[in-house]
């Protein structure tokens, strides 16, 4: 345990007491539960908590925390930092403020009208989508952690949009490398997309499905909201001078 840790917070490197921690003080759908858990368990490190706020460390081949809440304990040990709803400017403790993103997440269910979702096996038509039309993409064919890829299509029969699903190794199951056809945004196939896989992550017997977008992302994020994803969190990367990691 660092040594700078407050009296005020307690600690626990047991990940079940951290995620029940997670869970009183976030509710049931929340940041932490997407990114620890039992399936990742050998990364996990330890988790603070006073009245108000939430952290926890991890070993991600590089030492990552998450933080939530107005006065979050800060450890020392971070290299990288995953802020909800920062509003602590460009620095939080002795790290330096990177970039935003945002998570979503919903129960599943199967959505009338949605049920099912065409499986996308074409691996260079999904690679050239994404190089064209969203290069700044996660995953791509060949990560070991997708389930699927899918996809929705116009009247014309043509792919307008694909997306895979994914299951972490925190054992989270996410939507990863939404891409929608340039000349097919703003007709409603990323928000079908979603659709058909909250349906589809639910016929697979998983109970909650997440996915990560930048904050700057505003028509992707309207239409995650009009597929019922539901907003975890708003995150401010935070980064130690001079680290290069992920």
Partial sequence: MPNSLQKSFKQTSDINIALVWARE????????GMFVSEANSESFIEAFVNTDSFSFTMDSGFIYGHAYGPNPHIDSRWDKCAVAFSNFGPKFGHLEISNQFDTYSTNTEVIVGFET???????????????THAPTSSTYPGNPEIIHW??????????????????????AHVISSVATVESERGKGFATELTKRFISRANELGIKTLGLGVSH???AAIKAYKRAGMLEIAQFTNYLKPGFQGK
């Fill in 216 to 218: 700057k992302n505003v």
């Fill in 25 to 32: 003080l976030l509710g049931d759908l929340n940041g932490p």
């Fill in 117 to 131: 979702i065409e499986e996308l096996k074409d691996e260079d038509l999904i690679k050239n989508i994404l190089d």
């Fill in 150 to 171: 899918g996809c929705v299509r116009n009247s014309a029969g043509e792919v307008s949009a694909i997306g895979a699903l994914v299951k972490w190794s925190s054992g």
